[in-house]
């Protein structure tokens, strides 16, 4: 896979064949919601200890770079509750996730 998803972030010079991706867009409201800027997305290992965190840009996308397993992004951000949200990671996968709060 190279170039961009539909709307989402660039994967030019990214070389998704030795990478395991995850990442996505927090928005307000779900799918076709506003897109929320200024939160911050953390990623969980599989037992719940934090790895990372990354603030959402402007258009609410967030991007980590992680180990194949499973990992739950853990979503905060203003005037809403704490949203989990569980993913699987693979070398060679853009692992995408839209997080509705």
């Given amino acids: 896979m ?15 064949a030795k990478e395991a991706i995850i990442q996505g867009q927090v ?23 934090f790895t990372a965190e990354v603030p959402t840009s402007a258009s609410g996308h967030f991007r ?7 990992w739950t992004l853990r979503t905060l951000a203003p005037k809403a509750d704490p949203v989990d949200v569980r993913i699987a990671a693979r070398t060679g996968v853009v692992a995408e996730a839209v997080v509705a709060i």
């Fill in 2 to 16: 190279c170039g961009a998803t539909k709307g989402g972030l660039s994967l030019d010079g990214i070389d998704v």
């Fill in 27 to 49: 928005l307000r409201g779900g799918e076709g919601g506003e897109p929320v800027g200024n939160a911050y997305v953390r990623l969980l290992d599989r037992t719940g200890e």
């Fill in 64 to 70: 980590f770079f992680a180990g194949d397993g499973e």
